[in-house]
């Protein structure tokens, strides 16, 4: 099994004088989730090397077991230190996508066009796509061979508007995950704020926020496991 992971290399949280990135226990959880199942794991970012962590992230009371693990892993920290360009991704070498959040999503993968590419091969092509907290901001301005956004119909969820006004900044980001998803046709499931939730929709996979991250690629985890079945 075969795991590309997409990170952010946006870091500026809007016109503030903030930093931010992506979320560290995002990329932790559902990297270690691949690298117990047995995964190779590959990771990108649209511009490759190092990408920007959120600080915020980072402080005491946001580390869990999967960012303690990762603090003391030292291939994961080359790995994660050396990411490739995604310009540079084949998506014929992989069985499935997921991208980890943070605020850094909205700015940069929501229109990257490589990234956008990279999704909608792998769809049409039959692998799994998964997206946790902010990173569906990823899936929104995708298209499919039909002409219509990818996400149109499908069972999707993502960083709620609620969720984003409780951390404070509605009127920082470029746009809001909850709002843009049903704008784009989107059917916006969600649990309680902060509360683990998962939708699992064909080949799409989306988790709601940080508490998802873990369970939204053990679900991606059980879709390559069948398709190979």
Known sequence: MKILMVLTSHDKLGDTAEKTGFWLEEFAAPYYAFIDAGADVTLASPK???????????QEE??????????????????????RELSE?????FDAVFYPGGHGPLWDLS??????????????????????CHAPAALTEVKGSDGGYIVSGKRVTGFTNSE?????????????????????GGLFRRGEDWASHVEVDGLLVTGQNPASSAPAAEAMIELVARKGA
């Open 89 to 93: 991704v084949d998506p014929d070498d």
């Open 111 to 132: 229109r990257d066009p490589d990234s956008s590419d990279l999704i909608r091969t792998m769809l049409e092509s039959g692998k799994p796509v998964g997206a946790v």
């Open 164 to 184: 984003e006004q409780a951390v404070g900044l509605t009127d920082v980001v470029p746009f809001l995950v909850e709002s843009r998803l049903t704008q784009r």
């Open 62 to 83: 946001n580390h869990t077991a999967s960012t303690r693990r990762l603090r003391d892993d030292e291939v994961a920290q080359r790995e994660l230190a050396s990411t």
């Open 48 to 58: 490759g090397g190092q990408p920007p962590l959120d600080p915020t992230s980072n």
